[in-house]
């Protein structure tokens, strides 16, 4: 087993960490400094997509990690328009990615920072995440390919940059074009400029140390490789730190904000994440990288997710958080739709892998 690793990804995640911990104490929703589910669902809200109104918000973070990874990829030579390993099947990965990571309430950058800030809500979803990378690292070993990606002309790499770029210039240019929450989770941000500075240093170092939260522990379960685990492990710790530091922390279970207390399905819906993620390569934050550098699969899959958390609010699917003593959690029909989300992604795995020993 490998355990060494790079300055790089070490101090990406430590910044990243550091970052994600003091961007709640400036504004954005406590233990959501950073949450790549939780702010492309509040993108989704503002462009009207969901009419959830507490959770919609033209969240500048998003923007600045696909820019800061375009930014460093440029600067480094290592931009390249690509794509055509199965969009379609990405885009539908990504919408069910998103149907976890909304059970779960966050993704698992947000599911490490709750960790880091003592909600213990979050162990289910840990254990159910690793199990879910684990079940993803046995389709790869079983022969599930996505196909080869190629050469594309550059417009197709650069769709949803101009996309992310053309909202926020609309929400900030013309006031009240797009919709905002005045209470709960989406009425909390902090200022725009902070926000997009954070999201573009935040995707440029994570551009340049590979950081991924699912191929971290991929890479540890397949290949017994650490490298990019140590990224995790350095964003945990310095989210802690700052965490405490800033009076952040509460350990335990109950009063954790945004979370839910049941843990049978923060359990499932992180493990439906972590397959999805693994099968995609990589968590929603590298997706965000990866189209940033080039990928137009990626920014297929992030549309994916858009899609996936807009359908996850229209049809109440989405957990909702523990309230007055009153455990919260996936309806009925958020039960369903998880189970049968787990089977529609083990029969796209399956097949993909049948293809692929056919070949």
Not at 5 to 30: D, Y
Not at 65 to 92: C, D, Q, T
Not at 254 to 267: E, G, T, Y
Request: hydrophobic share 55%.
């Amino acid at each position: 087993m490998r355990w060494g690793t790079s300055l790089s990804v070490v101090l990406a995640g430590a910044l990243f960490g550091i970052l994600a911990a003091s961007l709640s104490k400036l504004g954005n929703p406590p233990n959501m400094g950073v949450c790549v589910a939780c702010f492309l669902r509040d993108i989704a809200g503002a462009l009207g997509l969901h009419n959830a109104e507490k959770v919609q918000y033209m969240r500048p973070e998003i923007v600045g990690f696909v820019l800061g990874a375009y930014i460093s990829a440029m600067l480094f030579g290592e931009f390249k328009p690509r794509g055509g390993s199965s969009p379609l099947l990405r885009f539908v990965l990504g919408m069910l990615l998103m149907f976890g990571a909304l059970v779960f309430l966050g993704c698992p950058a947000r599911m490490m920072l709750r960790l880091s800030a003592g909600d213990m809500t979050a162990v289910a979803a840990l254990v159910g995440w690793i199990v879910g990378v684990y079940i993803g690292v046995q389709f790869f070993k079983a022969g599930f390919s996505l196909g080869a990606a190629s050469k594309v002309y550059s417009l197709n790499a650069i769709v949803l940059h101009l996309f992310l770029v053309t909202i926020l210039l609309l929400n900030l240019l013309i006031p009240n074009i797009l919709r905002s929450s005045i209470s709960g989770p989406g009425a909390m941000h902090t200022n725009w400029l902070i926000s997009l500075c954070a999201g573009l240093l935040i995707g440029s170092l994570a551009q340049r140390g590979r950081l991924c939260f699912a191929g971290g522990f991929r890479d540890l379960i397949l290949i017994g490789d650490a490298h990019l685990f140590w990224g995790v492990i350095s964003f945990f710790i310095s989210a802690l730190i700052i965490n405490i530091a800033l009076g952040q922390f509460n350990f335990g279970i109950s009063n954790q904000p945004v979370a839910h207390s049941a843990h049978i399905w923060n359990f499932a819906g992180m493990m439906l994440a972590g397959i999805c993620a693994v099968l995609i390569g990589g968590c929603p934050l590298r997706q965000l990288v990866l189209a940033g550098e080039g990928n137009s699969d990626s920014a297929l899959t992030v549309f994916g997710m858009l899609f996936g958390a807009a359908l996850a609010h229209n049809l109440k699917l989405a957990a909702t958080p523990d309230a007055q003593g009153i455990i919260g959690g996936p309806s009925i029909h958020g039960k369903v739709a998880l189970l049968i989300a787990i089977c529609a992604v083990i029969l796209i795995a399956s097949i993909s892998r049948e293809k692929t020993e056919q070949s």
